[in-house]
Antibody, heavy 117, light 111 residues
Framework: EVQLVESGGGLVQPGGSLRLSCAAS????????MNWVRQAPGKGPEWVSS????????YYADSVKGRFTISRDNAKNSLYLQMNSLRDEDTAVYYC??????????WGQGTLVTVSS | DVVMTQSPLSLPVTLGQPASISCRSS???????????LNWFQQRPGQSPRRLIY???NRDSGVPDRFSGSGSGTDFTLKISRVEAEDVGVYYC????????FGQGTRLEIK
């Protein structure tokens, strides 16, 4: 069974940093591109970042470019999101997701990030 | 950026009746490989989004055949042939042709 389990969320002050992790199991992690998608309270999903299977191709939404960094460790079956210079508008549930575009899609349950003073 | 516009934003439907959601993109979603990366997601209350349809009309594994997708270019439609109680939730279209963008969502409720 495919499982994606996010962790690392919490309360952080504006300007602070957090590192999210996503532990993958039940499939060959290195064979899939991966994504981070966030959803602010009461809003629709917003794509944040994607990373290719090897990590050689990385893409970011304009809203996080220069502040967030996506990475992966295929040996540890893990996906990461380093978030710096956090703003109030970054408050959201952050989901790890596989195969958004085609293939076999799967999402985690999400981890809540709250940016507030 | 590609803007995805859904309509209606709210959709009250009687059980057993059909439902239809429209999604329009601000530019063609045909990619250079010939595929059109337009997907549909369902989000039930309190749950993560779940993909129903990928590349316009392909149903994901386990998705009931009452769900169907159609369209081309910039105009796409998700249809539910007979709405059931478990279909309540918010439906989102998503384009993956030029980065990734979601529509604003359509809330389906039982009338």
């Amino acid at each position: 069974e495919v499982q994606l389990v996010e962790s690392g969320g919490g309360l952080v002050q504006p300007g602070g940093s957090l590192r999210l992790s996503c532990a993958a199991s039940g499939f060959t992690f290195s064979s899939y591109s991966m994504n981070w998608v966030r959803q602010a309270p009461g809003k629709g999903p917003e794509w944040v970042s994607s990373i290719s299977r090897s990590g050689s191709a990385i893409y970011y939404a304009d809203s996080v470019k220069g502040r967030f960094t996506i990475s992966r460790d295929n040996a540890k079956n893990s996906l990461y999101l380093q978030m710096n210079s956090l703003r109030d508008e970054d408050t959201a549930v952050y989901y790890c997701a596989r195969d958004l575009k085609s293939g076999s899609s799967s999402w985690g349950q999400g981890t809540l990030v709250t940016v507030s003073s | 950026d590609v803007v995805m516009t859904q309509s209606p934003l709210s959709l009250p439907v009687t059980l057993g009746q059909p439902a239809s959601i429209s999604c329009r993109s601000s530019q063609s979603l045909v990619y250079s490989d010939g595929n059109t990366y337009l997907n549909w997601f369902q989000q039930r209350p309190g749950q993560s989004p779940r993909r129903l349809i990928y590349k316009v009309s392909n149903r994901d594994s386990g998705v009931p055949d009452r769900f169907s997708g159609s369209g081309s270019g910039t105009d796409f439609t998700l249809k539910i042939s007979r709405v059931e109680a478990e279909d309540v939730g918010v439906y989102y279209c998503m384009q993956g042709t030029l980065l990734i963008t979601f529509g604003q969502g359509t809330r389906l409720e039982i009338k």
